[in-house]
């Protein structure tokens, strides 16, 4: 199976802080991954698939790069509507396997 | 819009059985594979089954491979998750989701297996 290891696993910033989130891949994945965004009580919601294509809908200050076994998501400038967990998961290779999460919190 | 809502969960002993039954709208279901996932308490998500478009291929997680069965009713819009032989461990929010990279999910439904 495919390890996503994701990093770190909580994170506190300020509102406009740029912040950083990291999957690394056991194996190459090309660019068959996406991240997620979970809010408790609500749907998981897609941010990014493909490794860098934002979601219809989504804010611009989501970002994402990377391929192979190292991935990136990047929210810009951090607003408080983006209290969630993160998550990768990577859909290359069965069973399909997703990070462990990243809480944001607000500083 | 997309819409994914499931039911069917809840309170079942061990070795009990619960069907889970997801309910499509606001797209074309019968175009798409889908998927069932789900989190357990404290836990990242879980990558479960999934189904292709007319029900030829199905695909299972070995954690659940032989007890659960996924099927899908196209006419009806609806994905349906058979679970049996229920553990301890399969105590989580259950999820289904649209196409094999999950783009689009439902809120969940939740199932308790304990005595």
């Known amino acids: 199976d495919i390890q996503m290891t994701q990093s770190p696993s909580s994170l506190s910033a300020s509102v406009g802080d740029r912040v950083t989130i990291t999957c690394r891949a056991s194996q190459g994945i090309r660019n068959d991954l996406g991240w997620y965004q979970h809010k408790p009580g609500k749907a998981p919601k897609r941010l990014i698939y493909a490794a860098s294509t934002l979601q219809s809908g989504v804010p611009s200050r989501f970002s994402g790069s990377g391929s192979g076994t190292e991935f990136t998501l990047t929210i810009s400038s951090l607003q408080p509507e983006d209290i969630a967990t993160y998550y990768c998961?990577?859909?290359?290779?069965?069973?399909?396997?997703f990070g462990q999460g990243t809480k944001v919190e607000i500083k | 819009q997309v819409q994914l809502v499931e039911s069917g969960g809840g309170l079942v002993k061990p070795g009990g059985s619960l069907r889970l039954s997801c309910a499509a709208s606001g797209f074309a279901f019968s175009d798409y594979y889908m998927t069932w996932i789900r989190q357990a308490p404290g836990k990242g998500p879980e990558w479960l089954s999934y189904i292709s478009t007319t029900s030829g291929f199905t695909k299972y997680a070995d954690s659940v491979k032989g007890r659960f069965t996924i099927s899908r009713d196209n006419a009806k819009s609806s994905l349906f998750l058979q679970m049996n032989s229920l553990r301890a461990e399969d105590t989580a929010i259950y999820y289904c989701?649209?196409?094999?990279?999950?783009?689009?999910w439902g809120q969940g439904t939740l199932v308790t297996v304990s005595s």
């Open positions: 989701a649209r196409d094999l990279s999950a783009g689009y």
């Open positions: 998961l990577q859909h290359n290779s069965y069973p399909y396997t």
